[in-house]
């Protein structure tokens, strides 16, 4: 039985959202292909994938369309989650990218997945990469605002600047994880994020938030 069968990607709750700003619902779909974490996104390696945009700015402005275009992929296969970031970018020699040290590339321009897995509304999961695969990973407590930088997990990633922007590929092993052990379909809350600092940094979504509510993961 795979892990994981759904994601379900909740920028807050239904009941307190608009139409105009309530997040969709996806289906992970499970791989036997053979995913290479390379920082080169093969389409036929990624065929099986879902297809996320990330599609809105969430900062500092509030659910505008994203003023560059990312495509995320998400797909497992029973072991391990994989996630990819295609990042475009019009001006790839303004990507502010550097191989240091693990969990200090938060001024680069990076790309992620936050991870509520047992969707509660109370703790995550959070994974970055900058375009160089430069790993940033901590845990996220919401009801006391903390996130925990001391947390590591064992994971791979990949990351490339490319002509068009860049790409950065993950392989999470859902070992690295908790979540409910239970027969069927997971709903996890998802969002799958880019940072993207020019003149400022701004942060890029495909979850609208609510800033009328006054936390991120409910």
């Known amino acids: 039985m795979p892990y994981l069968r759904a994601l379900c990607c909740i920028a807050a709750s239904a009941a307190l959202l608009s139409s105009a700003v309530r997040a969709d619902v996806i289906e992970l779909p499970s791989t036997t292909r053979e995913i290479r974490i390379d920082g080169v996104l093969e389409e036929s390696e990624w065929t099986d994938a879902t297809r996320v945009s990330i599609a809105y700015e969430t900062e500092p402005n509030e659910n505008i369309p994203a003023r560059v275009p990312t495509t995320a992929y998400v797909v497992e296969n029973g072991e391990s989650l994989f996630v990819a970031f295609d990042a475009r970018d019009p001006d790839p020699d303004a990507i502010r990218a550097f191989l240091r040290d693990r969990d200090a590339a938060w001024d680069d321009d990076y790309v992620g997945i936050i991870l509520d897995t047992y969707g509660d509304e109370r703790r995550a999961f959070e994974f970055y990469a900058n375009p160089l695969g430069v790993q940033m990973d901590l845990t996220r407590d ?70 009328n509510i006054n936390c991120y993961l409910c």
């Open 142 to 211: 919401d009801v006391n605002g903390n996130e925990d930088w001391s947390w590591n997990a064992i994971w791979d990633s990949a990351g490339r600047i490319n002509e068009g922007g860049f790409v950065v590929e993950m392989e999470i092993p859902l070992s690295q994880l908790r979540f409910t052990q239970r027969d069927g379909a997971q709903e996890w809350s998802v969002d799958l994020g880019r940072s993207y600092p020019r003149d400022q940094s701004y942060w890029l979504s495909n979850n609208p938030n609510d800033r």
